[in-house]
């Protein structure tokens, strides 16, 4: 008698198959698999189907969400601070570029006693802190926050960005503009053994400005957060130890 498993019409073999295994799911597959895509709606750009993805799937802008701060740039100064200790508990912050205010949370949270922000958007309030709606270069901007401070502050911190063109030269300048004015404004207000820090871009601290800046604190160095996205050439420049206006 044949050993051969007997075939039903169409040939296939009647013999019991083992079921078949589902194989286990690496990590790297379960968390692709998590990853949030944007449709195209009618009228939307790629960019901003791009930018939208990136935010769903940032792990910064979860984390912000879950701990109640404002933005992602929150885990920025956090880390900048837990590298080298800008804000010490009583200190009097300036923010310049505050909104939409993840920045003064962290100060505050910190232990600064007050925090004076400034932005051309508009900032919901943060208890113990002023900001004032303006665009920092117009020219009675400085002014107008040494007026809210009263006195020198301990740090003056800068999350300015421009908006912009495409055009890189263009661009480049507009940027480098607005971290002078920053310095010069650092320069002027801070007490001694103050600190500022500034957003700067990759190739965008202009040597003249470096410095000075070195001339003027004790401390001047280039750092990149991890919070900052890997693709970015944002980087900030902090100084410390403000040794007075030279």
């Known amino acids: ?5 007997k075939k039903m019409s169409g040939g296939k073999p009647t013999e019991i198959r083992r079921a078949r295994k589902t194989p286990k799911e690496d990590e790297h597959n379960a968390t692709r698999m998590m990853h949030h895509k944007v449709k195209t709606a009618r009228g939307r750009k790629i960019g901003s189907k791009l930018w939208l993805e990136r935010q769903l799937n940032d792990p910064y802008v979860k984390e912000a969400k879950i701990q109640g701060y404002r ?6 100064l956090k880390e900048l601070n837990e590298k080298y200790s800008l804000i010490k508990k009583g200190a009097l912050v300036v923010d310049l570029g505050a909104a939409p205010g993840g920045w003064v949370q962290i100060a505050l949270e910190l232990g600064a006693r007050e925090v004076v922000g400034i932005d051309i958007l508009p900032v919901d309030m943060v208890a113990g802190s002023q900001i004032l709606e303006m665009d920092f270069m117009a020219d009675d901007a400085p002014d107008a926050i040494k007026l809210l401070l009263g006195e020198a502050p301990d740090v003056v911190l800068s999350d300015l960005a421009a908006n912009t063109t495409g055009h890189k030269n263009t661009d480049h300048l507009k940027t480098v503009a607005l ?6 404004f650092a320069l002027d207000v801070l007490k001694p053994g103050g600190h500022f820090v500034t957003k700067v871009f990759q190739g965008g601290t202009e040597k003249k400005l ?12 280039h750092a990149k957060p991890k919070a900052s996205r890997a693709g970015s050439p944002e980087i900030y420049l902090v100084a410390k130890g403000f040794k007075g206006k030279r």
């Open 71 to 76: 933005s992602r740039a929150a885990f920025k």
């Open 210 to 221: 470096l410095d000075r800046l070195k001339a003027n604190f004790e401390f001047v160095r």
């Open 1 to 5: 008698m044949s050993d051969k498993p």
């Open 179 to 184: 971290v002078e004015a920053a310095a010069e």
